[in-house]
Every structure is written in structure tokens, then in C-alpha cells.
């Protein structure tokens, strides 16, 4: 979807008849996958069988004109397809073949099933995210399958950028696992330093004080007082300066480790007054902060709306529906409010197979009676 | 640091002595950024005070040779130093110039401060991470943060693939908060179908049951059922046939519908043996599954290994530190299991200065005397 938004054609392969599984995951509008239209939008689609001869040999054809080529079957499907990067290298040495995978292309694990849902918890991912007195917690989005798919566009790029510098192509070999591993960052260096495996931590920042969410009134809030200069205003703010006077808080480093002592003074402070009201105050003092939106005030905010992070698609079925917009902004690529809708299985066959591949409109109507596309 | 990993030479500009704030960022490993060095390795640094106008003068000699700029100061920092795309365009039209952000270089709330916690908040992201009977969660990594990182560089790499067939250069300009919303994914579109913001979920994923993280007598085990073949299996190897026959739990809608009646028959028999009692029924099934891990056993994971995404780097004050790999495999990448240290602040000054721009030993010492570098 992100190769799209930044001007990519990408044709989508699916099995005849029944196409992508995600068509057949919630939530649905109007009997139609609503997940499967957020991220398909301006693709096209060709109907393929990849079991039957005839419809691996039209892979081939293709192949030898793309650019790319993207899955992310169990390792070993591609090479039992007949359709391993060897192969697909002897009719177009120069192309860029990607894997994405639970495990990655190599290793002990290679061939196990994967979900997002286990690789957060292989990973730690779910170790520390939540709080102590809970059991380990999944991050609210597939942070697993997202993470390999940014980090598997990055590889596609940087190949496709080396092939334009070299000629070359290359494989590029991405695991849902290693991504997260490498989302990570400071816990691994955390354990690296004392031993320790980091614990869940709340809403609060690991090694900053104050710096997390906050009940209001009426409402939550999130604050982060990132340095001595907004700690002096932060005390100000709530009348408190005689902290600034108490060497148990002199520092962050101090703040941090009398958090306990600390934190309880100001959650009764703050709870006293409405979000509105400390807001306000906030917004004088210049002390960053923000409300804990829930995702349909998040896609209400002026800034969203300002960078046009929220756009919209029309579908026969489904009507109208928002989608995040393309959060990478550069000058050669226009900002369109709307989106071509996701396609219907093998909707650009004729296209595809006709103009691109030359087939005549007979044998594509032999082809789609013979099943194989 | 990943655009480092994939070949691309990297030169940090730091403020001189003082140098990059991160430096003072915990945790510290013999008085030692250990967090720096995690996120610097193979970098070069030069110093260079950007305020003085030989300072200025000096980047935009740099500029000229260079490929991309990257930024993350505050919307409008680099226009008062006089280094916007427009000045360093003059010297330098073909630069990829590339700013990273909390809010966007435009919008209302542009010029704001802003934190990954924020952001976390704002986007609604901190509204589905967690438990319904908890405080709003944060991830437990700098999404935040991360998310900006990938992004950015895949607006930075996709910039040179443009640049490479057009020879035409661009401004990259993405927001964290943007970022958040693309990674938002199925929450926005579970909003956009019954209007309603989606709550967190805890363990459990939104629309597949069961898949989620369970108890076992010792552990946590994730599992991920995730069609009716799994179903099958799982409820064979739990010894509970009994449940295929009941219509409430048919399939995978019905029995995310009626979740509250079946979990707690699968929590009561899981909870009676210990993980690695259920590894083994669930490998001999061949059922997907996970042990819920620390960071450290994710650090020793065989798979983890296998794929080389534990590297070491050795500094004189550290000694050896442990960090994540690249997880973007590619043909025409090497694989080595150790990384060049982080520089020291200025510790390329005499290959930058000297070598590439062409200044003479005694033009660099009067630089340093004077504070320029």
C-alpha cells in the first residue's frame, strides 16, 4: 500500500475465485472486508492459479517485466511453486525478489507458523508493554506484521536504488522476528547493562521523571517535563516550587529514583481539576503535553486533519471510508484527499494479460474457463 | 543507523564539546551512554557550531558534496540558522533534504514540542494498548519515535531511486504524529465501520478467538488459532472434541462472539501443566505457539541467533555491548557479528575537514580555537 502511495504500480496476484484471505477479515461494511479495502487501495489485481503449469509460466512472463517481486508465503512455498529466486532469476537477472516471513529465509525456526500475535511475545515485545500487576501485553496494533512490512519496503528501495547505481538485483530477506528485535532498542541495551530483562511499565518513561500519563478530573493527560527548564515551569504551574528546593529531586536522575515520593504529590494535584482547565494552563506555560485521545478524537484533531492524514474511498459496496493517508510527504508527490478503491479479484486481468503480456481476448477467455486465472 | 547498515556513509554533526544530547541519556555503562552507543554505531562525527557564521558556512561546503540532509530539529530551527531547502538548495539543487518531526512541517500544531509519549497519546495509540480496567498504556518501545525512523528513511531512500532516473532532488517531510495514524491500521477502520473507538484488548487479538496470551501452571504461552483446521486440532489436543459439536463456537466469528464462555474452559485446563508440557503436545500438533519472553531469553533465542540479530560492538570505556542486527537481510549486504563503535564527538574531523572539504592542519586548529568546530 505505502509502494503505491509513493508511485509504485503494484499488481496484486491472487487465487482465482476466492483471492487474498484479509477479503474474508473483519470488520465488515455491508458484507464487504473493510480491513481488506484500508490496505489494498490503488492496487490492481490479476487472478492467478500458481499450482497449475500454465499459470507459473504466465508468472514468468510477468516476472520478466517487473521490477519487484514481493511475497510473503511460509519459506519454501515460492521454491516448491517452482518460483524461487533462482528461477525467477533466470528470466530477469536484474530483479528485486522479497521475502517476508515469521522467522526469515534461514535458521532453525524458518518454516514454523507465524502470527503477529506470537512474534510479540517471542520477541519480549510483550514483556514490556503494559503494567506489573497484569499479565504480558500485546501492543494495540500488529506491531508484528507492520514492522516487517516497513522494514521489508525499505529493503525493496534501497535495492532498487542500488540496481539504478549497479545494475544489479538482490534478494531481500526480512522475518517479522528480527523487526522486532530491532524495534526494541533500548530495552536490549538495558539488559545489556545490568543483566536485567526490563519489566512492563505502565504509562510512565523508563528513565524520566515526570514524564507519562496523568488522571484529570475528567479526563487523562499526558505530560512530559523533559529537561530542568520545564521542570521549573512544571512546579511553578502547580505551585509547588518548594520541590525545586528538595535535593531529592534536583535532577532527573534523582526524580527518577524518588518517582514513589514524587509522582503521588502531583497525581493529587492534577486531579482536582478538569483536562480543559490544565490544558490552558499548560498551553501559557509552553509545557508540552497532550490529551490520551481515543482513535476517533485522534482523527478529528486540526493537526490530522491539517496534514491530510485522514483520506477517503468510494466503493460500490461499502460507500464512503476513511483510511490514514501517506504520512511520507515529498515535494515530487501530490497530496490527494481521496483514493482509487481497492480492486475487485482479477479486475485488471484484461489490462494485465492483454495489453502488458499480449495475450488476445480468446485465449484470456480460455484461460479463465481452464482456471487458471 | 539502520541507513549506515545498508552501506551509506553517515556523518552526525554535533554541537562542539557538548555534542548530541542523546550522549547524556541513560542507561550509562561505566559513565558511558550505553543508549547512544546502541543507536550510533558506525557513524562518523564531526563538530561543527551551526550558530557562528564559518560554522554555517562550512555545512553548506558540506551540503554540496552531500546526497541527503537529515533533521529532526524543531519546525522552522533550520530557517534561522539559514539552512532551509531553500538556501542549501542553491549550493546543492540535486540534495534530498529530509525533516523529521512530532507534528509536520505544517498544520497548526507544527512549531509544538513534542514527545513520543505525546504522540503516543495524540494519535490514540496509548487508547487501544493495554486493559479496559487500566489506565491508558504506553507501548512499551518509542513507537513513537521508531515509527518517524522507518519512514523517514523510506522517504529518504525512495527520494534517491527519484533522483537517480530523474536527477531531480526533494524535501522529505514527515511528522511522528502522522506516523501514529498509519500505524493505527484496522483501529481506524473498526471506527470508521460502527463509529464507535475501539478499546484495548489486553492479550487478546480483536477479531480471532482464541488467540491470545494464556497461563500455563509456570508461564505464560501465546496461541494462535487462526482457522478452523487450528480449531480442530486445538481442541483435539486439549481433549475437548466436545466443543467442535457446539454451535456457539462454529467458526471463528462465532466464537470471538461468545468468547466469554469459552475461554475460561481453556484457561481451566491449560493452567494445570507447565509451558513446557504444552510445547511439546503443541510442536507434536503442529499447532503455532509462543512462550511470552523476556528480553533476555529473546536475546538467546536459537532463531535469533541463527539470523546474527545480536551483534556486539567493543569501546574502550564500555567494552563490549550487545545490540540488535539489521533485520533487512539482502544479498549484497554482508552479514558480520560486530559493528564499529560510535564516534566520539569530532573524531572525523580531520578526514571531513581535511580530506573531503580540503582545509589545511593549521585552518582546522584555528577552526577549533575559535569554536567552530
Not at 508465503?73 to 517452482?82: N, Q
Amino acid at each position: 500500500m505505502l509502494m503505491q502511495e509513493l508511485g509504485a504500480e503494484v499488481i496484486k496476484v491472487e487465487m482465482p475465485l476466492r483471492g487474498d484471505d484479509a477479503r474474508y477479515f473483519g470488520p465488515f461494511k455491508n458484507g464487504k472486508s473493510a480491513y481488506f479495502m484500508s490496505v489494498n487501495r490503488g492496487k490492481k489485481s490479476i487472478s492467478l492459479n500458481l499450482k497449475s503449469p500454465k499459470g507459473k509460466a504466465i508468472l514468468l512472463k510477468l516476472a520478466e517485466k517487473a521490477d519487484v517481486i514481493t511475497e510473503n508465503f511460509r519459506p519454501g512455498t515460492m521454491e516448491k511453486l517452482g518460483l524461487s529466486y533462482d528461477e525467477i532469476k533466470k528470466v530477469n537477472p536484474q530483479i528485486i525478489y522479497a521475502s517476508t516471513s515469521g522467522f526469515g529465509q534461514t535458521g532453525p525456526d524458518s518454516k514454523k507458523p507465524a502470527y503477529d500475535m506470537l512474534v510479540q511475545a517471542m520477541s519480549g515485545m510483550m514483556s514490556i508493554t503494559g503494567w506489573q500487576d497484569k499479565p504480558p501485553t500485546r501492543v494495540g496494533v500488529s506491531i508484528g506484521d507492520l514492522g516487517a512490512g516497513l522494514y521489508t519496503i525499505i529493503g525493496i528501495i534501497s535495492a532498487l536504488y542500488s540496481r539504478a547505481i549497479t545494475g544489479k538485483g538482490q534478494r531481500v530477506d526480512v522475518a517479522m522476528l528480527d523487526c522486532q528485535l530491532s524495534l526494541l532498542e533500548n530495552a536490549i541495551v538495558r539488559h545489556d547493562v545490568n543483566g536485567e530483562s526490563p519489566k512492563p511499565g505502565g504509562n510512565q518513561h523508563p528513565t524520566i521523571t515526570p514524564f507519562q500519563v496523568f488522571r484529570t478530573k475528567d479526563s487523562y493527560m499526558a505530560i512530559s517535563v523533559g529537561n530542568n527548564a520545564m521542570w521549573q515551569n512544571f512546579c511553578k504551574l502547580l505551585k509547588r516550587e518548594d520541590l525545586l528546593e528538595n535535593p531529592d529531586f534536583a535532577d532527573n536522575m534523582k526524580r527518577t529514583e524518588n518517582r514513589d515520593k514524587l509522582l503521588p504529590q502531583f497525581e493529587e494535584i492534577l486531579e482536582k481539576q478538569n483536562l480543559a482547565y490544565w490544558e490552558k494552563l499548560f498551553d501559557q506555560a509552553k509545557l508540552p503535553y497532550s490529551p490520551v485521545n481515543s482513535i476517533g478524537e485522534a482523527m478529528q484533531h486540526p493537526q490530522v486533519a491539517a496534514r491530510n492524514m485522514i483520506v477517503e474511498t468510494t466503493d460500490s459496496i461499502t460507500g464512503k471510508m476513511k483510511m490514514a493517508g501517506n504520512p511520507i510527504k515529498m515535494t515530487n508527490i501530490p497530496e490527494e484527499k481521496t483514493r482509487v478503491a481497492p480492486p475487485e479479484i482479477g479486475q485488471h486481468n484484461k489490462e494485465i494479460y492483454g495489453t502488458v503480456l499480449g495475450f488476445s481476448e480468446s485465449e484470456i477467455k480460455a484461460l479463465e474457463a481452464e482456471g487458471v486465472i
